[in-house]
């Protein structure tokens, strides 16, 4: 069994930057992808990111240009580095843990 815990997020100005850290645990060998997605009240959860074991990624269309995925496989983690926040990337963002395993979701918010 795989467990995935995040870290990072918080509060930033609008076109400031922010990075989350996921590290996974447990069942290592099992990991083939993991990602990124992100909720809010109004909206369904969405993907952000995702990286296979590989290293191919696939972005959602609103953050391509602008976040990226690594994984450091050394250190079972998975980096989502976002920069030019805008206020409508405000949200919840969960690490997944390909195909169920999920994150708590730590608050980013931009907001001047």
């Known amino acids: 069994q795989v467990q995935v815990a995040e870290s990072g997020g918080g509060l930033v100005q609008p076109g400031g930057s922010l990075r989350l850290t996921c590290t996974a645990s447990g069942s290592i060998t099992s990991i083939n992808a993991m990602g990124w997605y992100r909720q809010t009240p109004a909206k369904r959860r969405e993907l952000v990111a995702h990286?296979?074991?590989?290293?191919?990624?696939d972005y959602g269309d609103s953050v391509k240009g602008r976040f990226t995925i690594s994984m450091n496989s050394a250190k079972n983690t998975v980096d989502l580095q976002m920069n030019d926040l805008q206020p409508e990337d405000t949200a919840v963002y969960y690490c997944?843990?390909?195909?169920?395993?999920w994150g708590q979701g730590p608050q980013v918010t931009v907001s001047s």
């Open positions: 997944l843990s390909y195909p169920n395993i």
């Open positions: 990286i296979t074991s590989f290293g191919a990624t």
